[in-house]
């Protein structure tokens, strides 16, 4: 459903092994798939598939205007012809799909694409189907990117770019926003109307959305954190919404100041124990605990056990605008 007028760009953090599909993959993957996968072809169809392989070849990493509209455009179509699909149509693909993957192992899928290797592809339908039988994201994984994130590794999707999450643990951030739409691997309403009218349909390798983080400035680290090589590191990706910082105090009295910003922060920690400490204010802190720190407010981390001491803390830094450019005038 689409709530609300606000975006809604997301970032995630691997807090354990993750893996999804996120972002259109380059065109020349989709291209290569559509050959090579019978069952794929079959439900985009024939003609459809023609069409957006003439359309895109010799364009596909080109950046001029006109070609990235024309490629945009034929993307859309072959991404929606699939999407409205029969189901009993996807269903039978499917256990050809299957079949296939079970049977060609690394061959599978024309022995997979630059970015996953055919037994990858091949393991990961047989897994998905287990979970989603006869699903239509059994043929949308290849118009996506897969991703594999290890912990910390990170990932920044623009606001209507299409993503699944398949499996691991993640710090998920985003902006204020209801909105979503789903149409894959999924038990609730799926519209598959809005989201094919609405996405981007951008494409790229995964690697322009993974983030790296860089040291986090303003803090400061008492003797006994320096000395455990505990870190403090940013995670900021490119709009103003939000941005992440991830705390790891590896020592009992370790301990991180963090200086008062002009905005609020919700603070969580996934791991270890230790205290918050918010002017004269010292609260404990455990697995799972969330706190909010309002804005201005020097905010103070301790471990006080002797696992590492890991926190996420969520903020945002406001500049005085907000109000008028959601639309409040005083």
Do not use: W
């Not at 770019?161 to 309403?189: Q, W």
């Not at 690697?207 to 090589?229: D, E, F, G, H, I």
């Amino acid at each position: 459903m689409s709530a609300d007028d606000n975006h809604k760009p997301e970032m995630t953090i691997a807090v354990t092994p993750f893996d999804g599909l996120c972002g259109f993959r380059p065109l020349s993957e989709i291209t290569h798939f559509l050959s090579h996968v019978p069952s794929l072809r079959k439900l985009v169809g024939e003609s459809t598939s023609k069409e957006f392989q003439e359309a895109v070849h010799g364009r596909e990493s080109s950046e001029s205007s006109e070609d990235v509209q024309r490629n945009k455009k034929a993307l859309q179509e072959a991404f929606s012809a699939l999407m409205n699909s029969e189901k009993t149509a996807v269903v039978s693909a499917a256990k050809e799909l299957i079949s296939s993957a079970k049977k060609e192992g690394e061959s599978f899928a024309g022995h997979g694409g630059p970015s996953n290797g055919g037994q990858e592809l091949a393991e990961l339908v047989v897994r998905l189907n287990s979970q989603f039988e006869g699903d239509i994201g059994l043929f949308v994984l290849f118009f996506l990117n897969y991703v594999k994130l290890e912990v910390g590794e990170a990932m920044f999707l623009k606001a209507d770019d299409i993503h699944a999450y398949l499996s691991g643990d993640i710090i998920e951030c985003m902006a204020s926003s209801d909105n979503v739409v789903r149409a894959g691997f999924t038990p609730k309403y799926q519209d598959i109307p809005t989201l094919t009218s609405m996405l981007t349909y951008s494409y790229a390798p995964i690697s322009q959305q993974k983030m790296s983080p860089v040291s986090y400035p303003y803090v400061t680290l008492n003797t006994t954190a320096y000395s455990s090589s505990s870190s403090v590191i940013l995670y900021d990706p490119p709009i103003e919404e939000f941005s992440v910082v991830k705390s790891e105090l590896n020592k009992k009295g370790a301990k991180v100041t963090f200086e008062a910003i002009a905005g609020p922060s919700i603070l969580l920690c996934t791991g270890g124990q230790g205290t918050i400490s918010v002017g004269p204010k010292t609260e404990e802190v455990k697995h799972g605990y969330v706190f909010f720190v309002g804005a201005t407010a020097e905010c103070v981390l301790e471990s006080s056990g002797d696992e590492p001491f890991t926190t996420f803390k969520a903020f945002c830094e406001l500049s005085g605008h907000e109000d008028s450019a959601n639309g409040n005038h005083a």
